[in-house]
Nanobody, 121 residues
């Protein structure tokens, strides 16, 4: 069974940084592309970024381009999201997901439980 666990969320002031991690267990991590999605209260789940199985290809949502960086370490079964220049509108629950390389959350096969990121103004 695929298990994903996010960590690293918390409260940060606008302009600050956070680094999220997504640890995978009980499967071959490099089998899947990975992605980060987020969901703010009352809003639909939103694509943040994705990374291919090898890490050689990445994609970003328009709202985070130039501020967020996705990476993965297949030897450690872990994916990361470095978030810089955070804005209050980045406040959401952040989910990691495994599946195809896609920006559509409907395509993803497995999900973590999420970690809350709160950016204060």
């Amino acid at each position: 069974q695929v298990q994903l666990a996010e960590s690293g969320g918390g409260l940060v002031q606008a302009g600050g940084s956070l680094r999220l991690a997504c640890a995978a267990s009980r499967w071959t991590f490099s089998t899947y592309a990975m992605g980060w999605f987020r969901q703010a209260p009352g809003k639909e789940r939103e694509f943040v970024t994705a990374i291919s199985r090898s890490g050689g290809m990445t994609a970003y949502g328009d709202s985070v381009k130039g501020r967020f960086t996705i990476s993965r370490d297949n030897a450690k079964n872990t994916m990361y999201l470095q978030m810089n220049s955070l804005k209050p509108e980045d406040t959401a629950v952040y989910y990691c997901a495994a599946g195809p390389f896609s920006s559509d959350y409907h395509d993803m096969n497995y999900w973590g439980k999420g970690t809350l990121v709160t950016v204060s103004s």
